[in-house]
């Protein structure tokens, strides 16, 4: 919050509250609305599940520090958007989210708000309705991460701008790496 929310499960369990359950004949820790999935349109019917697979840029693979120039902020007006990585390592550093809110006046990000995130293998983050962000940017030494992904989408070929809308920049931003 406020760019939207994050599936967390080291972190989640180790803060279990009466939310959660016990399931599958007690072999299981279910915890409720863990994340969200928003729609600002009357969409009919349910949200698609998308693959996507992301293939980690060159200079992105490995362990060394990150450098990485961001061109572009995308968003979903009328949907979130939700990603689950797919066999990663738990505990590694798998991809890079970057978000930033918009600015109400202009309609475009506000890159007061640009914020990069490292998140790990076993997290999964939802990016809210109308919330920047940068496309997908996958990390470490596999060729590809796999993400099941989960948006409300009209896919109007005469409008595509109503699933996504992007902003394209000169020049790139420093931004400073949270933990996710
Ligand atoms: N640019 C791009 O492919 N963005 C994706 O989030 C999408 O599904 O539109």
């Known amino acids: 919050a406020p760019y939207g929310s994050v599936i967390s499960p080291d972190e989640q369990i180790s803060n279990i509250?009466?939310?959660?359950?016990?399931?599958?004949?007690g072999?299981?820790?279910?915890?409720?609305?863990?994340?969200?999935?928003?729609?600002?349109?009357?969409?009919?019917?349910?949200?698609?599940?998308?693959?996507?697979r992301c293939f980690c840029q060159p200079h992105l693979r490995g362990t060394k520090p990150i450098e990485h120039s961001i061109r572009v902020l995308e968003k979903h007006p009328y949907?979130?958007?939700t990603f689950i990585p797919m066999g990663c390592p738990r505990q590694q550093p798998?991809?890079?989210?970057?978000?930033?809110?918009?600015?109400?006046?202009?309609?475009?990000?506000?890159?007061?708000?640009?914020?990069?995130?490292?998140?790990?293998g076993n997290q999964a983050?939802?990016?809210?309705?109308g919330i920047w962000h940068a496309p997908m940017i996958t990390l470490g030494d596999q060729e590809y991460i796999d993400f099941g992904v989960?948006?409300?989408?009209?896919?109007?070929?005469?409008?595509?701008e109503?699933?996504?809308?992007?902003?394209?920049?000169?020049?790139?931003?420093?931004?400073?790496?949270?933990?996710?």
């Open 27 to 52: 072999t299981a820790i279910k915890l409720l609305n863990v994340s969200q999935i928003d729609k600002k349109y009357p969409f009919d019917g349910t949200p698609n599940w998308n693959l996507f």
């Open 162 to 180: 109503k699933d996504c809308q992007e902003q394209h920049y000169d020049s790139s931003i420093k931004v400073e790496i949270f933990q996710c």
């Open 150 to 160: 989960v948006i409300y989408e009209f896919h109007d070929p005469q409008a595509p």
């Open 125 to 129: 983050v939802t990016y809210g309705a």
């Open 94 to 120: 798998c991809y890079l989210v970057v978000v930033a809110l918009e600015d109400c006046n202009t309609g475009r990000p506000d890159l007061t708000t640009l914020k990069a995130f490292l998140c790990k």
């Open 79 to 81: 949907s979130s958007q």
């Open 17 to 25: 509250d009466d939310s959660s359950r016990t399931a599958n004949q």
